[in-house]
Structure formats: structure tokens, C-alpha cells
């Protein structure tokens, strides 16, 4: 029996001709049977794509024979093709929609100006020799951070990743700036943007967690500072490191733990819900237990571009 697998790969890196990336991704997934989703920007490559095995490996082996790909990471988890309704390859003016194109300078060596990147051991390292005066900041959109999030951590109050940058000039985390802030994300894109913009507006010690919560997982399981589940923009919706993971959101209709959204099954609403296999089992078409918000769209990200609640990512 064929085994599946689901890569999550970024690089920053100037493109000159987006379009033609766009063209040979598509190609390239389609002879193998990959689906998922890829964006392409003048700044670089952002993708999640599952499949068979063997077909992702080619993929992997393929993706890099581009030079300014070459050094990309692909993060591996569980999952397949089955994960992703459809093949999407789009080009965008950035891969991560911070609303701020014109802010970010990107050179052959990634993005010019971000944080300090930490490894996961580097980071246990920085809280335990620092303790409450590190800053754990998390660059996702806060309905992401109610199923898991950093011991302690800032989570700021955006829907959307376009609303960093109004929430940064707001002054609210101008306390912040003398003291050690480390961003953090889903799988490290979002940080690589957010932390340039921190020290742009004067965060004085501004460091990103490289590779993101995926990568501490992978390294510490549930024995370090992760509490929770991760999000991801897929089918999944949501991603444990071991069994022994907590459940610190709450199931909107009764309150018991709870680590599943569900797409609203009000057709002209696109929030999403949280809720506990019990809620589930005795009502699967669940709507917005407080009111639905039609016309308003429940952002995701693919690593942390826009996508569709529960539709083609992710991450």
C-alpha cells in the first residue's frame, strides 16, 4: 500500500519572473498527482503540497534544481493529497499578507532586516537564562492561538494577517520594545516578515523561532513551552505532538475542551467554530453559537498566506 505523505516548504528569495515559477509549479505537481496549495511572489516560493510519497520526494528533488530554491526546507508531517480539495498555484505581490509589500527587501540571502533566528534549543535556552523578561510573540491570527500557543505568550487580537501592521502602530506593544521579543508561527514564514517590521518601528532585540511551531514540535514534543494543538490550513485543522497534549481551548456551545474547528454550516457565514466530539456527534452541522458574521471571512494561511477556513492549506 502506497504511503502519503504532506511537505511545507518557504524560501525568500528574489524571483524576477513570478509568472514562469507559477507555470512550472503547476506542471510540475500536476505529472505527479500533488495537490495542495503554492503561492509565488517577486519574493520567493511558499507551498504545502501532499501526495505519494515517492511523487512528493520527486517534487522536493525537482523544486530545488531551481538555484535560488536550492537551499529550501521541506517540512514533512502526516497527510496526502486527500487533505487539499484541488492543485492551486497562484502568484501574489506577497507571500504572507501583511498588506505591506513595500516594506519588505528580500536579497539571495532571505529577508534583510528580520530577528535573530532561534533554534528550539536556542530558545529554551534564551527563557531559561532570561525567564520573564523574554517576550514570546505570536505572529499568527488570534483564533489560531485558542487550541495552542507558548507558555505566557502575547497573542495579539487580529483576524487577519493584515491587521499586524495597524497593530503594531497602535502603540499597544511599544512597552515591548527594550525588552527581548521572540515571534513566532505556525511554520516560520509569518515571523520571517513580522519580526523586519518590529525592528523597522524600533523593537530593539527582535528574534524569530526558525522553522516555527512545527519544528519545536518535531524537536520537543509537549515536554517544552508548547501548550496545545497547532492549526493548520488544511483538512486536518489541527496537528498534535503526542498523545499527551493539552486541550486549553474551550468548545463555544458547552465549554468542555476542545481542539476541532468546524466551518459554520450556515452557508453564508465563513467563521469558524470550536467544538468537542460531544457537540459534534449530537449536532454535525454546527453554527455560530453567539451569531453568524456573513461577508466575513475566517482568513488561513499557508504558512502564513491567506486561505479559505478549512479549504486548500495551511498550514
Not at 10 to 39: K, M, N
Not at 127 to 143: H, I, K, P, S, T
Not at 204 to 216: A, H, K, P, R, S
Not at 264 to 276: E, K, M
Amino acid at each position: 500500500m502506497a504511503q502519503h505523505r504532506i511537505v511545507l516548504h518557504y524560501v525568500f528569495t528574489p524571483l524576477p519572473d513570478p509568472a514562469a515559477v507559477v507555470l512550472w509549479q503547476r506542471a510540475l505537481c500536476e505529472s505527479l498527482g500533488l495537490r495542495g496549495r503554492i503561492l509565488v511572489s517577486p519574493h520567493g516560493l511558499n507551498g504545502t503540497v501532499g501526495g505519494e510519497v515517492g511523487a512528493v520526494k520527486q517534487y522536493v528533488r525537482t523544486t530545488r534544481s531551481y538555484p535560488g530554491f536550492r537551499d529550501t526546507v521541506f517540512k514533512w508531517s502526516e497527510g496526502s493529497a486527500e487533505d487539499f480539495p484541488r492543485l492551486s498555484v497562484k502568484q501574489r505581490d506577497e507571500l504572507v499578507s501583511f498588506g505591506a509589500p513595500g516594506e519588505l527587501e528580500v536579497d539571495e540571502h532571505g529577508v534583510v532586516g528580520g530577528g535573530t533566528r532561534l533554534s528550539p534549543a536556542q530558545l529554551d535556552a534564551l527563557v531559561a537564562e532570561r525567564g520573564d523578561d523574554v517576550v514570546l510573540f505570536d505572529g499568527r491570527n488570534a483564533y489560531e492561538a485558542r487550541i495552542g500557543r507558548f507558555r505566557g505568550a502575547v497573542v495579539p487580537d487580529v483576524a487577519h494577517t493584515r491587521d499586524f501592521v495597524a497593530e503594531l502602530d497602535s502603540g499597544r506593544y511599544d512597552e515591548l520594545k527594550t525588552r527581548p521579543v521572540v515571534t513566532y508561527c505556525t511554520g516560520g514564514i509569518r515571523c520571517e516578515v513580522l519580526s523586519a517590521l518590529m525592528r523597522r518601528r524600533g523593537f530593539e532585540e527582535v528574534y524569530q523561532l526558525d522553522g516555527g511551531i512545527v519544528e519545536y514540535g518535531r524537536e520537543r514534543g509537549d515536554r517544552g513551552l508548547w501548550e496545545g494543538s497547532v492549526y493548520v490550513f488544511d483538512r486536518r485543522m489541527h496537528l498534535e505532538f503526542s498523545p499527551d497534549a493539552a486541550t486549553p481551548g474551550r468548545c463555544e456551545r458547552c465549554d468542555a475542551p476542545a481542539h476541532r474547528f468546524v466551518n459554520c454550516a450556515d452557508p453564508a457565514c465563513r467563521a469558524l467554530v470550536l467544538a468537542c466530539p460531544a457537540c459534534l456527534a449530537e449536532q454535525p452541522e454546527l453554527t455560530c453559537p453567539h451569531g453568524c458574521t456573513p461577508a466575513v471571512a475566517s482568513p488561513g494561511v499557508l504558512l502564513g498566506a491567506t486561505a479559505p477556513a478549512g479549504g486548500a492549506v495551511r498550514r
